[in-house]
């Protein structure tokens, strides 16, 4: 499979969903693994680690998007976005439906497969326990 790592682009958004190890442990899955050039850079992670783990460097979400079965990044997704995700492809980020309404119909319109990070953890947040944890 291919695995596309966003830059996230919301203002105040500098967490990345992946770090150079995850891409070590997808890549010795047999997997490739895209990442947008400086997805790492606001959380601390150089394009080199990435790179040095066997990742694949890219400039643009719009090539994550065309390229991969599987995109995923931090916060939700950007209206710019909505018109790039595609039927069947896997989309993983926070989505809060319920708060973003035009997010939801895209996704819909798009006939992608999209899960929710803050409902598939089991302390309700992704980012870490900690914070899902308090949330309750």
């Known amino acids: 499979m291919k695995f596309g790592v966003l830059k996230d682009i919301k203002e105040g958004e500098y ?7 995850e891409v070590s442990m997808l890549k010795g899955d047999g997997h490739e693994v895209y990442i947008q050039r400086g997805a790492g850079l606001g959380a601390g992670f150089q ?5 040095a783990e ?10 994550i998007y065309k390229q991969c079965d599987f995109v995923t990044k931090v916060k939700e ?15 993983f980020t926070c989505i809060h439906p319920a708060a973003h ?22 302390y309700g947040s992704p980012n870490c326990e900690a914070a899902g944890n308090r949330a309750r």
């Not at 394009?47 to 790179?51: K, M, P, S, T």
Request: aromatic share 6%; charged share 30%.
């Open 47 to 51: 394009d080199e680690a990435y790179e």
């Open 15 to 21: 967490r990345v969903i992946a770090t150079p190890a």
């Open 101 to 122: 309404p035009e997010e939801v119909q895209a996704l819909l319109d798009s006939k992608c497969i999209a899960f929710t990070a803050e409902d598939s953890h089991r």
């Open 77 to 91: 997704f950007e209206p710019c976005e909505f018109g790039l995700l595609r039927e069947n492809q896997i989309v």
């Open 54 to 63: 066997g990742a694949i460097m890219v400039d643009t979400m719009e090539e």
